[in-house]
């Protein structure tokens, strides 16, 4: 005698390749979701190591914002040490000196003690004694400095002790640190009962908040910064995790679709033992055990090799990929719990989703379960227009909230999510009948123009959009995350690339780090003779400058540039007018300031003996230029009268060039005599942002393969057994006179139809939420990735249907109506 369970194995045999196809489908979604998942879980670890190796051990840090001019006590410090859950705290004082007497530019100078809490914030070894300092690699670079050699600091000689390695990651800043004792006797206001500016401070695990609290009851003013709190270091993190998390969504809802997909045709093999099951009297009761037993081993074996596969994934290849592609650092951690809890969700999740199944085939009856391919009309119900309309009204006021609330604040950019989302929805829901407006409407042209093969395909084609809705959803779905994916990614290389470009005007930058005034425009006419060079211009630093508007007198900075060359190049529109005396404005600050081409200002520079602004003289307006240069709005000619009466240093020379590495190697000769000089390009500088970029989003683009190529295998594999159950129709049709050739047409119209139509609509839609999305920040679509996929997909079904097709339409008629 069979039990239940037996019965349900037995009827396996039927479709295996059925059953293999849909743990296999299980088996990947499983391994994709849970692969991001723990590197998400490894990432957050890494994080928090990554915090801690960049500011040390330290908790807490505590002080005097640079404005209020106060400085902590030796007293403050104690009064820290003796709060409860403090371990350890460390006094750092702050000056900016002047360094080997170059008067033009100042260094950041920190004053340290020697205790292992400021070690570890600022990653050096040595004990500093009074006459020592310790270097970054950057000052050590511009100084040509090495460990043992003397530098001069303010009025004083130290020995280099130390040179600091640049932390991956960032640049080498421009920093010295020296003994405490020596760097607050130079801040302004420093006292013999003067500890320090601010102080780090370590706090037992889970106390810095506390810590927090309790210094700011003891002085109101105190600044408090707690390290694992800064926003700027998780705001990475935290994109990161939400589209992780939206694409798991994603995957498992395209995973559930192609599932149902499956099952369908699963048991549309069983079919007939079913119908035979409940001829026999096999109660409802039964089948539905039969059913639900089917679909929980089809489900269980998916989700235990899908999380089989994730280990060997996480521990064996991810560690090779992350090395071979450079990845950012992450762990390879397995957290058991976690990765339990994950497999549980899944497992219950598809198990909840494909409770439909059990009840559709264990509530039907042996003549319905014979005819379910009838009454799959699509209609319109009074229940959708009230939906359509309820979703509508939503939709317009969450918009209209986000607008009131403002796009870029954290409210209206969920506001305008959510809406975008309810929009893509209805849209969703109305576009199958708009299709079978149009497809009606247009049916009489197909014949004409296409054949009465394909008139015959649309024809029919409308009762199996919606038996195969999960085929064309499951197209949708892909289309979507794809299309805001891809707009994603080409939004972030668009924006760095913008980036970019703002910072280099031409091939190659040369930039001044010591403000070295020897650097003068006269060597310009150097570079611009040697041949790799095509022209060169430079670009003052910004200078403090006031004028009089009205009664009022402004403060602000101009920026010194060649006029007559940007023109030349056509960076600026033609300028006329006296540059000795000229002045260019933007056109906001024009605008603001209700100024025009023509006026005259009077100009003005700070006496610090009356402590208020002078007349030193007048400019006249020659121009108005649209964006701010150097991040300044008003800019003078290097022959402006400024220029020696303000001793403006070159800050940058910008280079244009063909050929990079020729013009670098030209210019080697301002090494030489300049050796502070900072050469960088534009080409390598775009290299190493596109390269980060793909490091960065790389783990998503293998994703979206293994995603995009899941779909294919799972759409086609459902179309082709669709077509292979409609044998008995085809051959009915060539009874009435089709021929082989145009069987073939109808098919491929067909199956072309169903996945033009999932690509078409799923763009669509992608496109509409990312441009909805864009409300919140400027989008760039990716349309040649979408192309290229959708070509790949219309390729694949084109060449597997053709040769099915083929196949279907040689079979002799004779086998074909016996089959039947």
Not at 160 to 178: A, F, R, Y
Not at 489 to 502: F, G, R, V
Not at 532 to 537: F, H, L, N
Not at 649 to 656: A, L, P, Q, S
Request: with cysteine; net charge neutral; proline share 3%.
């Amino acid at each position: 005698m069979f039990t239940m369970r037996t019965i349900a194995m037995k009827l396996f045999r039927a479709a295996w390749a059925n059953v293999l196809m849909s743990i296999s489908i299980i088996t990947i979604s499983i391994c994709l979701v849970m692969t991001m998942t723990v590197y998400i879980w490894n990432a957050n670890s890494q994080m928090k190591a990554d915090i801690q190796a960049l500011y040390g051990e330290m908790d807490l840090m505590v002080g005097y914002n640079p404005d209020q001019a106060k400085l902590l006590t030796t007293q403050q410090v104690e009064d820290f040490s003796t709060l409860a859950g403090v371990t350890q705290v460390s006094s750092i004082s702050l000056a900016h000196t002047t360094v080997e007497q170059e008067k033009n530019i100042v260094f950041y100078t920190v004053g340290v003690e020697n205790d292992d809490l400021v070690k570890s914030r600022y990653h050096f070894e040595v004990n500093l004694g009074p006459k020592d300092a310790i270097l970054s690699e950057n000052v050590a670079r511009i100084f040509n400095k090495r460990v043992g050699d003397s530098i001069h600091i303010q009025s004083e000689n130290f020995i280099v002790q130390e040179i600091l390695p640049t932390i991956k990651g960032t640049d080498s800043p421009n920093i010295i640190l020296l003994s405490n004792d020596i760097v607050k006797k130079w801040m302004n206001n420093s006292q013999p009962q003067t500890a320090g500016i601010f102080t780090l401070i370590k706090t037992d695990e889970g106390r810095a908040k506390v810590v927090g609290a309790e210094i700011k009851q003891l002085d109101k003013t105190l600044r408090v910064d707690i390290m694992n709190d800064y926003d700027l270091i998780k705001t990475n993190l935290q994109s990161l995790m939400v589209f992780m998390i939206v694409l798991s969504v994603f995957i498992l809802l395209i995973s559930s679709v192609l599932l149902l997909s499956t099952f369908q045709l699963l048991f549309y093999k069983m079919k007939e033992q079913l119908m035979i099951l409940r001829a026999l009297g096999a109660s409802v009761q039964q089948v539905g055990r039969i059913v639900k037993l089917q679909l929980s081993l089809i489900i269980s074996f998916g989700v235990m090799l899908g999380t089989t596969m994730s280990l060997l994934v996480i521990k064996i290849w991810l560690p090779q990929l992350i090395s071979l592609l450079h990845l950012p650092d992450a762990r390879t951690e397995l957290p058991i719990v976690f990765v339990l809890v994950i497999a549980l969700s899944s497992l219950l999740i598809l198990q909840a989703l494909t409770q439909w199944q059990v009840a559709k085939s264990s509530r039907l009856l042996p003549l319905q379960i014979a005819s379910d391919n009838e009454n799959l009309q699509l209609r319109w119900t009074k229940w959708k227009t009230i939906m359509v309309s309820i979703i509508s009204v939503i939709a317009f006021l969450l918009f209209w909230q986000a607008q009131l609330v403002g796009t870029g604040s954290g409210q209206g950019a969920l506001f305008i999510l959510i809406g975008s989302l309810l929009v893509c929805g209805i849209l969703l829901l109305l576009i199958p009948y708009l299709f079978k407006a149009i497809l009606y409407i247009a049916l009489k042209p197909i014949r004409k123009v296409l054949g009465k093969e394909a008139y015959l395909a649309c024809q029919q084609l409308m009762p199996q959009v919606r038996k195969n809705m999960p085929i064309v959803l499951s197209i949708i779905g892909l289309m979507v995350i794809l299309t805001f994916g891809s707009s994603l990614m080409k939004t972030l290389q668009h924006n760095e690339l913008a980036y970019t470009e703002s910072q280099y005007d031409t091939a190659i930058k040369i930039k001044n780090e010591l403000d070295d005034p020897t650097l003068t425009p006269t060597i310009l006419q150097e570079i611009e003779a040697l041949p790799s060079v095509q022209y060169a211009y430079a670009q003052g630093n910004n200078t403090y400058i006031a004028l009089q508007l009205g009664q009022k007198w402004l403060p602000e900075n101009y920026t010194t540039i060649n006029i007559e060359k940007l023109v030349q190049m056509g960076k600026l529109s033609k300028i006329e007018g006296n540059l000795q005396d000229g002045l260019i404005v933007t056109q906001s600050f024009a605008h603001h300031h209700h100024l025009s081409v023509g006026d005259r200002v009077t100009i003005g520079s700070y006496d610090f003996d009356a402590q208020q602004d002078r007349p030193t003289g007048e400019l006249q307006i020659i121009g108005i230029i649209d964006a701010p240069i150097h991040h300044a709005d008003l800019i003078v000619d290097w022959s402006s009268f400024l220029t020696a009466r303000d001793y403006t240093i070159i800050e940058d020379i910008m280079v244009e060039t063909a050929n990079p590495d020729k013009a670098l190697a030209d210019l080697a000769f301002l090494k030489e005599r300049w050796p502070a000089l900072k050469f960088t390009d534009k080409a390598t500088m775009i290299e190493q942002s596109n390269e980060m970029l793909f490091q960065r989003w790389s783990l998503f683009v293998g994703v979206f393969v293994i995603l995009i190529a899941a779909t294919c295998l799972g759409v086609l594999q459902t179309l082709l057994h669709t077509i292979y159950t409609k044998r008995s129709d085809y051959a009915i049709q060539r009874l009435i006179g089709l021929s082989p050739n145009g069987l073939m047409k109808l098919i491929l119209t067909q199956v072309l139809s169903f996945v033009l139509y999932g690509l078409t609509v799923g763009t669509f839609i992608g496109l509409v939420l990312t441009t909805m999305l864009g409300f919140i920040e400027k989008v760039s679509y990716d349309f040649l990735t979408l192309g290229i996929t959708s070509i790949a997909f219309l390729a694949a079904t084109l060449i597997v249907f053709a040769l099915q097709g083929y196949w279907i339409s040689r079979k002799k008629l004779a086998h074909e109506m016996i089959d039947m």
